[in-house]
């Protein structure tokens, strides 16, 4: 009995390394699919401005930022394993300011609309504002993946080692 119970509990070690190799080499492979698809978009901007347009918007230089951002949002996800949420808000900014500017720009006029869009820009804001009060307050030191060195027992992060903050 105890020899067939090591043997499925070997069995059962291999199908979790399986697992785990499985799950990494998905995570990395559509990692890298969207920062292509990233940086793909953004040489067809440029290419488009340059051909097409032959100068940049307002709305093509916010679009650019856009990309910028989610590529730094995919390398930092890359190196550590973990999602900035500030780049998440910073995205939405920008979105809302591009939108706001399009918006200004077209209809020339003010409206309800340009209130609640200013508005939500504000409290994304103030989102930044906590999230990096909570960051500064409750550091959490992320180390990149191939490393092992932990943080000692006794020894609280301090926020200045904080790589999201």
Known sequence: MSNSKQKLE??????????????????????????????????????????????????????????????????????????????????AITALTRLLIADIQHNHKASMDLVIITGSILILAFAILIVRFASWNYPSVIRGKEQEQQVPVNKTPRPQDDELA
């Open 10 to 91: 070997n069995l059962q070690r291999l199908f979790d390394r399986f697992g785990h190799y499985a799950v990494e080499a998905f995570h990395y492979l559509a990692l890298f699919i969207i920062g292509c698809m990233v940086a793909w978009s953004a040489v067809h901007t440029v290419i488009d401005i340059l051909t097409v347009k032959q100068y940049a918007t307002i709305d093509d230089i916010l679009l650019l930022f856009i990309y910028l951002e989610l590529g730094a949002m995919v390398g930092i996800y890359f190196k550590t394993n973990h999602m900035p949420v500030r780049f998440l808000i910073y995205v």
